[in-house]
């Protein structure tokens, strides 16, 4: 799965149409985001245990290559549950600004013994969805394909092709079922020379999430209009980490009554 087509800035994601078989694929190698995503922890100060971190790399590149697969107006959301390890790992991506992020969760994550499967999609002056699938197991990929059997309706494979090169392989209409079912790793490092590839795009995606101190005076605007003292109690300063990233925000109070009297908060 070889092109001349020149990389844009950022991870570069190669759609092809595997002519006869009907199907489907994206490709990409995660080192330039996994490098961008390890920049960011230790800019932040926090790192996960390995395998908490192996898992919520699998999920970055999972989700990087189903957004891939998608219209450009889409943007996805996902939430793994696991149940074992009791985790929740999250990741979000948007075709239209090209970037994903993701982090993981440990600390408050209800054990109720069913790991499930929770992805949202906003369409562009358009629709969104919620699909909940019920899982098994702690497995991102195979977590994946079963949301794609179970909601929407497709089969769907994911191989890796190398350390952190990874393909997804997704039905289309009238897919060769059989062809797809009976994939594995060494048949896709053999597609090449084996099947009839035609390069449909090349999509670039990047490691950002967005969430500025700004945004932080604007999620703590209406509280600190409403109580002050409730918000800081004894202390000058909050800290805060983002949802979507994990990262560290410090806000004073001085800040945020300065935002605050701009008038630009609610």
């Known amino acids: 799965m070889n092109s001349t087509t020149p990389a844009e800035p950022g991870l570069e994601v190669r759609t092809y149409f595997v002519r006869n078989r009907n199907a489907l694929i994206t490709r990409a190698d995660f080192s330039e985001l996994y490098v961008d995503y390890y920049l960011h922890q230790g800019q932040h100060g926090y790192q996960h245990e390995p395998a908490h971190d192996a898992l919520l790399k699998e999920a970055l590149a999972a989700l990087t290559l189903h957004c891939a697969a998608r219209p450009w107006n889409e943007s996805w959301a996902w939430t793994i549950h696991f149940a074992e390890p009791l985790l929740n790992v999250f990741v979000t991506g948007d075709n239209r600004r090209g970037i994903v992020v993701g982090q993981l969760f440990t600390d408050g994550v209800k054990a109720d013994g069913q790991g499930r499967f929770i992805a949202d999609m906003v369409r ?130 001085e800040a945020l009554e300065a935002y605050m009297s701009t008038g630009t908060n609610p």
């Open 124 to 253: 562009e002056r358009g629709d969104s969805r919620r699909s909940v699938v019920d899982l098994k197991g702690a497995d991102v990929f195979a977590a994946t394909e079963h949301f794609y059997t179970q909601s929407e309706q497709l089969p769907a494979r994911y191989f890796r092709h190398g350390p952190e090169d990874f393909v997804f392989v997704v039905a289309q209409p009238q897919c060769d079922h059989a062809w797809l079912e009976a994939l594995d790793e060494e048949a896709i490092h053999n597609l090449d020379e084996t099947e009839t590839l035609s390069l449909l795009e090349q999509r670039s995606y990047r490691w950002e999430c967005g969430c500025t101190q700004e945004r932080m005076f604007a999620v703590l605007g209406p509280i600190m209009r409403r109580d002050p003292e409730a918000l800081f109690g004894d202390t000058e300063v909050l800290r805060m980490s983002c949802p979507r990233c994990g990262a560290r925000h410090k806000i004073t109070r």
